[in-house]
């Protein structure tokens, strides 16, 4: 038996719209926001504690609740980890 873990990256606004049908998807594991590209594609480059990008990273989360799936996302800094700490980590079901 193979254990494998699927990661996919969203890195756009429009990645992050579509977070809910990804999540929904059979054998993907973990949704993970590429924060640096993400800020650039919203034209928010660096901007890792702007509103907007706390809206990615919710709309990413409730995605991955809903559908029993893990959110996760890079961090530059110490200040972008204050995010993490707000929105949550969300554990998806472990496979055996």
């Known amino acids: 038996m193979t254990n494998l873990l699927v990661v996919?990256?969203?890195e756009s606004p429009l990645a992050i719209k579509n977070a809910d049908a990804i999540a929904a998807v059979p054998g993907i594991d973990v949704l993970?926001?590429?924060?640096?590209?993400?800020?650039?594609?919203?034209?928010?480059?660096g901007q890792l504690m702007h509103p907007d990008v706390a809206k990615a990273y919710?709309?990413?989360v409730d995605a991955c609740k809903?559908?029993?799936k893990w959110a996760e996302w890079g961090c530059?800094?110490?200040r972008g980890a204050h995010q993490?700490?707000?929105?949550g980590r969300q554990d998806g079901p472990r496979r055996q």
């Open 84 to 87: 993490i700490h707000r929105h």
């Open 8 to 10: 996919v990256m969203l």
């Open 76 to 78: 530059l800094h110490r």
């Open 66 to 68: 809903k559908h029993g």
């Open 32 to 45: 993970l926001i590429g924060t640096s590209d993400l800020t650039l594609e919203m034209n928010l480059p």
């Open 58 to 60: 919710q709309a990413v």
